[in-house]
Nanobody
Framework: QVQLQESGPGLVKPSQTLSLTCTVS??????????WNWIRQPPGKGLEWMGV???????YFSPSLKSRTSISRDTSKSQVSLRLTSVTPDDPAVYYC??????????????WGQGTRVTLSS
């Protein structure tokens, strides 16, 4: 059974960098069939896809966040990490990591972490 667990500081100051980690168990983050996504949900809003790291290590980002977002991985620890720089009041959200796969031409997110809430501190 694949399990994903997000971790990281729940508070971040404006203009600072947010760093979160997703630890994956029960599956390999280098498996070319799957990709590891970061998705967030701001309070009262819908889900927003932020970016992905594929099994070969290639990354893709939402155009609206590309300039501030990076995703990396540590294969020895089975971890995928998100960095979001220059945090603004629009960035507080519940941040999720999710495993994506293509089924019948569509991307499906079958496994999700429980999410980690990030709020802005003054």
């Amino acid at each position: 059974q694949v399990q994903l667990q997000e971790s990281g500081p729940g508070l971040v100051k404006p203009s600072q960098t947010l760093s979160l980690t997703c630890t994956v168990s029960g599956g390999s983050i280098t498996d070319s069939y799957y990709a590891w996504n970061w998705i967030r949900q701001p309070p009262g809003k819908g889900l927003e896809w932020m970016g992905v790291i594929a099994g070969d290590g290639s990354t893709y980002f939402s155009p609206s966040l590309k300039s501030r977002t990076s995703i990396s991985r540590d294969t020895s620890k089975s971890q995928v990490s998100l960095r979001l720089t220059s945090v603004t009041p629009d960035d507080p959200a519940v941040y999720y990591c999710a495993r994506g796969e293509v089924l019948d031409g569509s991307t499906c997110f079958a496994y999700w972490g429980q999410g980690t809430r990030v709020t802005l501190s003054s």
